[in-house]
């Protein structure tokens, strides 16, 4: 299956956010990192977070963890370049993390026109392993090559909340919350020497052909093996037969549409908010496909 990287471009420049036209321009070698990071500081603020939509379904303008870690995904885009506001974000997150080293799923919103409703409903009295793991997996690939980032309390601290969270799961978890735990073991696999067992333990509760329906969401909305595991030669991908990842990474090509993008198959909450999910995912496709070997 063939992937139209001029079609993509396209796509880029009519519909996607600048930050993400950034990131792409970096996939092709075709920009530096300052432009990148320029692009997200639009979304910072003074108190060393993100916000302002960089989360698309979460349009309120304070520092939230779903936007960090999107910014956590331009940092490591940047590799192996430090981006200075790095260490700054962890700050942030040590600030509003709950006493146990959770994050909450979400912090209370100033403005709730065009963010989603698990946004506006959530409890910021309680930790969320959801959150804290995504956002800790990104810091951790950021820390691959940013030493105040791996030596951050805060890192510490959701590492070993999400480790013991892991490990209390006794039953099939919520199809985000195992996707994201999944990526966080593989995040810590080189250095916790437990995440290779909780790894074994969480994999039993995903099926052979990596396809986890996710509840409440759309008809089509699923977890897919390349959401697991998109990166090739690490633990996450013995989760899976190769034919099963070979079968999703020609599954992720043809998603691309007849305008160069590639689509969403959750719900979205704004119109805005659908196009910054389509050129977010567009960079995604293009760089999974590009570490595996396809473009």
């Not at 993400?20 to 910072?44: I, K, Q, V």
């Not at 349009?59 to 490591?76: D, I, K, T, W, Y």
Request: glycine content about 6%.
């Amino acid at each position: 299956m063939n992937v139209d990287l001029s079609a993509a471009e396209a796509f880029m420049a009519a519909h996607a956010r600048v930050l993400d036209r950034r990131r792409f321009e970096l996939l092709l070698n075709r920009t530096d990192p300052a432009a990148a990071l320029a692009a997200l500081d639009g979304y910072r603020n003074p108190d060393g977070g993100y916000g302002w939509g960089l989360e698309p379904d979460l349009r309120s303008p304070e520092s939230q963890p779903g936007a960090a870690l999107h910014a956590f995904e331009v940092f490591e885009d940047i590799a192996p370049v430090i981006a200075p506001n790095a260490s700054a974000l962890c700050d942030w997150l040590e600030s509003v993390s709950l006493p146990d080293g959770g994050l909450p799923f979400a912090l209370p919103l100033t403005v709730t026109a065009g963010t989603a409703p698990w946004w506006k409903e959530a409890d910021p009295s309680v930790s969320a392993l959801q959150t804290t793991a995504v956002t800790a997996a990104a810091a951790w690939r950021v820390a691959a090559h940013d030493p105040a980032v791996a030596a951050h309390p805060w890192l510490e601290r959701a590492t070993r909340y999400c480790l013991r969270a892991i490990e209390a799961i006794d039953r099939a978890p919520l199809a985000y919350v195992l996707l994201f735990a999944v990526r966080f073991l593989d995040a810590v696999y080189d250095t916790r020497p437990e995440a290779a067992d909780l790894l074994r333990r969480l994999g039993k509760y995903v099926p052979a052909d990596g396809r986890v329906r996710v509840e409440g969401g759309t008809e089509q909305e699923m977890v897919r093996p390349l959401d697991f595991a998109p990166y090739p030669d690490r633990p996450a991908r013995d989760l899976f037969d190769p034919a099963v990842i070979s079968a999703d990474l020609d599954r992720l090509a043809a998603l691309q549409q007849d305008d160069g993008g590639w689509i969403v198959d959750y719900a979205t909450i704004s119109p805005a908010g659908s196009l910054d999910w389509r050129g977010h995912t567009t960079v995604r496709a293009v760089d999974i496909l590009r570490r595996n070997g396809r473009l």
